[in-house]
């Protein structure tokens, strides 16, 4: 198993910008989620999703917007990049239940926005 | 407003010796704590998990004690090892639609083993 995987590891875009952010994991779980982590404030809750065609917002929701069109994947949008998304973007999946606070997480996209 | 607290940047202990690391929370709704830890250029891996009915938890060289009334957890690691050197975040869940899948996060704590 792969796990879960995040293309690209580095981007850099400029403000006004759009692209999106990859997630796939291949452990077929039900939960998937994205984290952003900045200096000196942890990691941030963005959306998730907690089965295919189900996602909902966390903690930072804003200028970000995600789908959920299969169980193995779970891609975020950035509509129009701005400076303050500077940020490392982790995904994170997990089974449903009582083992979903066990989250898997990929190896994270360090974007830059300029 | 930070519902999970790590007060402790930074954390150095010798090789061999017991490493205690802290976490403080505010939201009583809390149920299921855990730790991650976190290797640079990598994402945060699962370490350890206590439920709030517990006030104990070991696994191996790993211990997490939950102190309910206090709204404090701490992880303790026995002996240290180089290897434990890492950033270590404290998480708790408030539960959710299909289980704990909510996780807030504390600011994370650097701890280095110094040979």
């Known amino acids: 198993n792969a796990g879960v995987t995040q293309t690209p590891k580095f981007q850099v875009l400029k403000t006004g910008q759009s692209m999106t952010l990859q997630c796939a994991q291949d452990m077929n779980h039900e939960y998937m989620s994205w984290y952003r982590q900045d200096p000196g404030m942890g990691l941030r809750l963005i959306h998730y999703?907690?089965?295919?065609?189900?996602?909902d917002q966390g903690e930072v929701p804003n200028g970000y917007n995600v789908s959920r069109s299969t169980t193995e994947d779970f891609p975020l949008r950035l509509l129009s990049a701005a400076p303050s998304q500077t940020s490392v973007y982790f995904c994170?999946?997990?089974?449903?239940?009582?083992?979903?606070?066990?989250?898997?997480f990929g190896p994270g996209t360090r974007l830059t926005v300029t | 407003d930070q519902q999970v607290k790590q007060n402790s940047p930074s954390l150095s202990v010798q090789e061999g010796r017991i490493s205690i690391l802290n976490c403080d929370y505010t939201?009583?709704?809390?149920?299921?704590f855990l730790w991650y830890k976190k290797y640079p250029a990598e994402g945060p891996t699962f370490l350890i998990s206590i439920s709030s009915i517990k006030d104990k938890n070991e696994d191996g060289r790993f211990t997490v004690f939950l102190n309910k009334s206090a709204k404090h957890l701490s992880l303790h690691i026995v002996p240290s090892q180089p290897g434990d050197s890492a950033v270590y975040f404290c998480?708790?869940?408030?539960?959710?639609?299909?289980?704990?899948?909510?996780?807030?996060f504390g600011t994370g704590t650097r701890l280095t083993i110094i040979p």
């Open positions: 994170a999946s997990s089974l449903s239940g009582s083992q979903a606070h066990e989250q898997y």
């Open positions: 999703s907690v089965g295919a065609g189900i996602t």
């Open positions: 939201n009583s709704m809390f149920d299921y």
């Open positions: 998480a708790a869940s408030a539960g959710g639609v299909f289980g704990n899948e909510k996780l807030t």
